[in-house]
């Protein structure tokens, strides 16, 4: 069992599953209550891999402190499916998919933990493997 999750991570290292927030870029400045364009990236990958869901979510730090996402998302922005894609011409960018989501109206402003979660098989077995990624935006 453990080995086989130790063996999910490692294929998952060895081919590249890790998603990306392509944007905003970190360090980007949102405005609470504005909508932001987030975009995922799944680079390319050898094995075959099916995607089950994705997390968006938005976590203010306080008290000088950011949290990390595997432990709290705070605001959840988007949860459920996704496809990532290739744009048009292909080539651009890796597959990917945008979502227009809300920053939540009265967030308090400062840094904020921006983070992508994602549940995914991986392979013929198949495996699963669960993967958070974040960047730090600032709340204005
Ligand atoms: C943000 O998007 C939602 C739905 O996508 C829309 O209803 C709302 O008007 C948008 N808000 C702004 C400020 O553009
Ligand atoms: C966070 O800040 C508040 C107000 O300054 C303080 O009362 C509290 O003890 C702080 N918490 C931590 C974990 O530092
Ligand atoms: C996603 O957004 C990026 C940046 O704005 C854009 O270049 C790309 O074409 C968009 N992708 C899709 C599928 O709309
Ligand atoms: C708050 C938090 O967990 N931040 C993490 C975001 O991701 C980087 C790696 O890209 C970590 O180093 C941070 O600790």
Not at 39 to 52: A, C, D, Q, R
Not at 117 to 132: F, K, N, Q, R, Y
Request: proline content about 9%.
């Amino acid at each position: 069992m453990r080995l086989a999750l130790v063996l999910a991570s490692l294929v998952a290292a060895a081919f590249g599953q890790s998603i990306e927030i392509g944007a905003p870029s970190p360090g980007t400045t949102v405005s609470a209550g504005s909508n932001i364009t987030i975009s995922v990236f799944k680079p390319n990958s050898l094995t075959g891999s099916t995607e089950v869901g994705l997390v968006l979510a938005l976590n203010p730090c306080r008290n000088n402190t950011c949290y990390a996402p595997t432990e709290v998302l705070g605001n959840v922005l988007y949860s459920g499916a996704w496809q990532p894609d290739y744009s048009q011409p292909a080539g651009a960018l890796p597959p990917h998919q945008n979502f227009t989501v809300q920053v939540p109206e009265g967030l308090e402003s400062g840094p904020a933990v921006l983070s992508a979660s994602h549940m995914v098989l991986i392979g013929a077995g198949p495996a699963p493997d669960m993967e958070c990624v974040n960047i730090t935006v600032n709340v204005a």
